[in-house]
């Protein structure tokens, strides 16, 4: 057997889940996201990956039911689908939500850091005697924390879904993950800064920290990932009545949202 044979062998005997990340592997090497998506069309005859996933995932289906009943084929190659489509549509909101929430968190940083700066700037035995300024230093110190509990959040919830369906594979290309971590080590240098500033200057000390919040909203996150992924797939598949369903009862939970994803920067607040 030649290895292109063993190699399409091996190719056709993949999971769903396994194909995907076969995927994910090859697309991670570039490192981040615009260079695998450029490397894609310099290719003479461009196809999208799913387009290729799809063809591979219906030839292991069919392979593995070779010689049952039509009927049970086509449900298995069906079946085959849904699961891969729903994968990797998973890991494109992974990475999309990861670039979406780097960007706010970049510009809520500064809006903090200035913040802070233009609270301190006067004398210190001046602003001690000044009400406002301990509010506003209280409001500044308690938002930095929640939005170092959001991106504590986000960590966990990705890997609650990665280890659920990815078999604990990393699903964020390599440069945006590292940016990640970067951006969480930053904001919580500025809540404890912030806390800091907080003690020396005498500000009523902040509610005591919920041990559960992070995973609370840990378990929303998760919905937020899985949810929006499930009905794209059903959608790309033809499926548009169990995708509405899908979208209808994920956007209904959204109509009360927990007071812990609040990030209105502290000079909106204080309108």
């Given at each position: 057997m030649t290895a292109e044979r063993r190699l399409a062998k091996i190719e056709a005997s993949l999971s769903p889940t396994g194909l995907v990340l076969r995927w994910?592997?090859?697309?991670?090497?570039?490192?981040?996201?615009?260079?695998?998506?450029?490397?894609?069309?310099?290719?003479?005859?461009?196809?999208?990956?799913?387009?290729?996933?799809?063809?591979?995932?219906?030839?292991?289906?069919r392979t593995a039911m070779r010689g049952k009943r039509p009927e049970l084929v086509d449900a298995a190659v069906r079946r085959a689908l849904r699961e891969m489509v729903f994968r990797y549509e998973l890991v494109m909101r992974i990475n999309v939500t990861a670039h979406e929430l780097l960007d706010?968190?970049?510009?809520i940083e500064t809006i903090f850091a200035s913040q802070l700066a233009l609270l301190v700037c006067d004398?210190?035995?001046?602003r001690l005697k000044d009400e406002p300024y301990l509010h506003r230093l209280g409001q500044c110190r308690d938002l930095t924390a929640l939005r170092v509990n959001e991106l504590l959040a986000t960590a966990e919830a990705r890997s609650t879904v990665e280890?659920?369906?990815?078999?604990?594979?990393?699903?964020?290309?390599?440069?945006?993950?590292a940016a990640f971590e970067e951006q969480l080590s930053r904001s919580q240098e500025?809540?404890?800064?912030?806390?800091?500033?907080?003690?020396?200057?005498?500000?009523?000390?902040?509610?005591p920290d919920d041990p559960?919040?992070?995973?609370?909203?840990?378990?929303?996150?998760?919905?937020?990932?899985?949810e929006p992924a499930k009905s794209t797939a059903l959608e790309k598949l033809g499926e548009g009545r169990p995708a509405f369903d899908i979208a209808n009862a994920w956007v209904r939970t959204k109509l009360a949202p927990s007071p812990a994803t609040v990030d209105v920067p502290v000079a909106e607040k204080e309108r």
């Open positions: 994910l592997a090859e697309a991670h090497a570039f490192g981040d996201i615009e260079p695998y998506v450029a490397s894609l069309l310099a290719e003479p005859t461009p196809a999208t990956p799913l387009d290729r996933l799809a063809r591979e995932a219906v030839h292991g289906a706010r968190e970049m510009l004398e210190r035995a001046e280890v659920r369906y990815l078999d604990g594979r990393p699903a964020l290309f390599p440069d945006i993950e500025l809540a404890v800064m912030a806390m800091h500033l907080g003690e020396l200057d005498g500000v009523e000390p902040p509610e559960e919040a992070v995973t609370l909203r840990a378990s929303q996150l998760v919905a937020d990932l899985v």
